[in-house]
């Protein structure tokens, strides 16, 4: 230690002995958070989007995160009716990963416009903005990449079933491919498994339409949504997914999905697309989650069915898998973006 504080002296006496030397420049930004040139600069990658609808044109909700111009993934969040919100933890890993990705309110969520109009909420016309969107952000198929999580998944295998020539690769995200088989699931896996007095006053508050009722949430919560939905008290929620469970909007929700998680009743009762599976041809990711509201075994079958597909299976978690299987959710889907980019699939 004294042999360094005296070298460290006379390094001092030698330098103020001569001129100060001029300062060294700063180091060039890395290519990934190098934005020049960008057209979302001003607004730290945020753009409003328009969207043309039988209805008029209104606003969607984007913003860039990275600069990548082999990869970019486009989140397409569930709901239906909630928004990017609660995928927020995509920065936790994508940033280090180098992967360019991209936030996205749909129509009716909470960042972007939300007409008051019950003819908007049909999935061919999200398929329709998704395309949209992806143009206005010029994704092309040399770098594009669609993750769907939940509803997000339905959006993400439609689209990919109308618009195949512009996706790179494709992860679904804690979704079958059957709304009749997740029904199915609900009731005759997860709901004999729930306390059966509080499932008895939950179906009778649906039947009574009292989705209102702080009663039905207070039976929810601990009895179906902290097993199936996020593995973690209710007061432990990370931040991100309370804040975006407080803007769900509820008048597409309860049309498309349902009063709840706990099975769907709306719009999507009869969605099917498992016939469908074998002509998704793109690199696929399905992921599916031991304590999932989706049947985790469905979801393994899809990626059989699915030509290119691999699937990713969660031990510890359940719908949200990206937060109580956070490493192996994240990990998985980072690996899928890399091995598809490097032709290793």
Not at 138 to 151: E, I, M, P, R, V
Not at 236 to 251: A, C, L, M, T, Y
Not at 252 to 267: C, D, F, L, R, W
Not at 287 to 292: L, P, S, T, W
Request: hydrophobic share 40%.
């Amino acid at each position: 230690m004294f042999r360094r504080t005296v070298g460290a002296a006379v390094a001092l006496l030698a330098a103020c002995s001569k001129p100060a030397p001029p300062p060294a420049p700063a180091p060039a930004p890395s290519a990934y958070l190098d934005s020049s040139g960008r057209d979302d600069v001003l607004s730290g990658g945020v753009k409003m989007i328009p969207v043309a609808t039988p209805r008029g044109t209104f606003h969607v909700w984007t913003k860039r995160i990275g600069n990548n111009p082999r990869i970019k993934v486009l989140l397409l969040h569930g709901g239906p009716g909630a928004d990017h919100e609660y995928m927020e933890a995509f920065d936790s890993f994508f940033p280090a990963a180098g992967i360019e990705y991209y936030y996205y309110d749909q129509l009716g969520s909470f960042f972007s416009d939300q007409p008051d109009d019950p003819s908007l909420w049909e999935v061919d016309r999200f398929v329709d903005e998704v395309e949209q969107v992806r143009t206005a952000l010029a994704l092309t198929k040399d770098n594009f990449y669609l993750l769907g999580q939940s509803w997000g998944g339905i959006l993400a295998m439609e689209y990919a079933l109308k618009y195949p020539q512009h996706i790179k690769g494709l992860v679904i995200s804690n979704m079958m491919s059957s709304i009749p088989a997740y029904n199915q699931y609900a009731k005759n896996v997860l709901m004999p498994a729930m306390d059966q007095k509080a499932l008895a006053e939950i179906q009778q508050l649906e039947a009574a339409k009292k989705f209102d009722d702080p009663r039905y949430m207070e039976l929810l919560i601990p009895n179906f949504y902290t097993q199936h939905l996020l593995r973690l008290p209710a007061d432990q929620w990370p931040e991100p997914v309370q804040r975006g469970f407080k803007h769900i909007n509820e008048s597409i929700y309860v049309p498309m999905q349902g009063p709840s998680e706990m099975g769907a009743s709306g719009k999507l009762e009869k969605w099917d697309r498992t016939a469908d599976l074998a002509k998704l041809l793109m690199p696929t990711l399905v992921i599916g989650a031991r304590y999932d509201t989706m049947d985790p075994g469905h979801m393994e079958m899809m990626a059989k069915r699915i030509p290119h597909a691999r699937y990713l299976f969660c031990p510890h978690g359940s719908h949200l898998a990206m937060y109580d299987d956070q490493k192996t959710y994240m990990d998985g889907v980072v690996q899928f973006v890399e091995d598809v980019d490097a032709g290793k699939f």
